[in-house]
Each structure stands twice: as structure tokens, then as C-alpha cells.
């Protein structure tokens, strides 16, 4: 069974532009979460869909979005990178509702110079 | 909003000693509590997970126990490795995980 998958792994981009990371969850699993980790801040929650809802949201601004598609796969989009957006984004999946095991991606290392 | 404390920040021991990783957290209605491991650079890698119901969880040399009511959980793992080495982080999962700083172990060969 195929893990979650981000890609891509590794991006550089340049102050105010905009980037889109994408999360493929474990086949079946219908809640996908993004986190941010940062050396000062840790890892912290951005938002959690589930059948195409956002169903939760973290305290980050709103140039931080995101969706996921019928097959539950899901994109992240920042907006207006900051140097400060500068991150591992991580992506988790789980099998249907709060409470299951989640599982993590390999993450994708955004530089923003 | 859940805040979470891991004790020791770090940890260096000859191989073959037994670890203890402390976690605790300030509001106990939580779903579960998982126990992650993070390699330098990557994601993290799932260990263990109590449900809130339970009191302890095992998995080969690992085993952690939760009180939900105290806001505490404990991860041993017993004769460590040089794999071992890594950063060990708690979640508790109210609606969604919280961490810690994590435990950045060092296992001596």
C-alpha cells in the first residue's frame, strides 16, 4: 500500500510569488491535514479537509489556502510568499473521521529567497 | 488551545540503555495521543497511538502509556540502538495534532 506522497519534494521561489503543493493520501483515506514546520515556530496546523470540505482551519492568514479534489487528493496554495513562509510543509491523511491514526508524507521543503 | 511539553529536550545514552520520553499537554479532551518519529530533513514516521480509552500501547521494544486525566503520556523504548537516533515528538488529537519541541535522541554505538 503506497504511502502519502507530496511532491514536489524541494522549491525555491521568490518573494511575492505564489506556489501550490500537492498531497496524495493513502488510497481510501478521505481526511487529508497540512502543517507547517519551522524551526522557531515547530509544526503547526494550516487547515484539514475531509470529503472536500475544509472542516478545520489553523490561525494562519488567508494567503494561505487550500482544496482537495473527489479522489481526496488535496493542493495547498500559499500566496504572496514572505521569507517567513519558509518552511517544511507537511501533509497527513486519515482513514474517515477525528480520531484515526494519521500518517505523514516526506513533506516538501519550500525556500522563499 | 492545547499546549505541549516534551522533557528532556534531549537525550544522549550508550547503546543498550532504556529510554523514557515525557509528554504532557494541558487539556485532556483529546480523541487520541500519537507517538511520531522525525529523521533530520523528513516527515514523520507513526509509532504508537493510545486511544483516549486506553492506557498504554505496545509495539515491539516500544511501549507508551497515557493519563488522560493528568495530561501526561510516556514513551519507553527499551535497549536502544544507533537507529534509534532521532527526534520524538507527542501529539495529542483534539481535532487536530499538536506538538511539542519534540526529544532529539542520540543513541552512542
Known amino acids: 500500500k503506497a504511502g502519502v506522497t507530496q511532491t514536489p519534494r524541494y522549491l525555491i521561489k521568490t518573494r511575492g510569488q505564489q506556489v501550490t503543493l500537492s498531497c496524495s493520501p493513502i488510497s481510501g483515506h478521505r481526511s487529508v491535514s497540512w502543517y507547517q514546520q519551522t524551526p522557531g515556530q515547530g509544526l503547526q496546523f494550516l487547515f484539514e479537509y475531509f470529503s472536500e470540505t475544509q472542516r478545520n482551519k489553523g490561525n494562519f492568514p488567508g494567503r494561505f489556502s487550500g482544496r482537495q479534489f473527489s479522489n481526496s487528493r488535496s493542493e495547498m496554495n500559499v500566496s504572496t510568499l514572505e521569507l517567513g513562509d519558509s518552511a517544511l510543509y507537511l501533509c497527513?491523511?486519515?482513514?474517515?473521521?477525528?480520531?484515526?491514526?494519521?500518517?505523514f508524507g516526506q513533506g516538501t521543503r519550500l525556500t522563499v529567497v | 488551545k492545547q499546549e505541549v511539553t516534551q522533557i528532556p529536550a534531549a537525550l544522549s545514552v550508550p547503546e543498550g540503555e532504556n529510554l523514557v520520553l515525557n509528554c504532557s499537554f494541558t487539556d485532556s479532551a483529546i480523541y487520541n495521543l500519537q507517538w511520531f518519529r522525525q529523521d533530520p530533513g523528513k516527515g514523520l514516521t507513526s509509532l504508537l497511538l493510545i486511544q483516549s480509552s486506553q492506557r498504554e500501547q505496545t509495539s515491539g521494544r516500544l511501549n507508551a502509556s497515557l493519563d488522560k486525566s493528568s495530561g501526561r503520556s510516556t514513551l519507553y523504548i527499551a535497549a536502544s540502538q544507533p537507529g534509534d537516533s532521532a527526534t520524538y515528538l507527542c501529539?495529542?488529537?483534539?481535532?487536530?495534532?499538536?506538538f511539542g519541541a519534540g526529544t532529539t535522541v542520540t543513541v552512542r554505538a
Open positions: 501529539a495529542p488529537n483534539d481535532y487536530k495534532l499538536s
Open positions: 497527513a491523511s486519515s482513514s474517515r473521521d477525528t480520531g484515526e491514526e494519521a500518517f
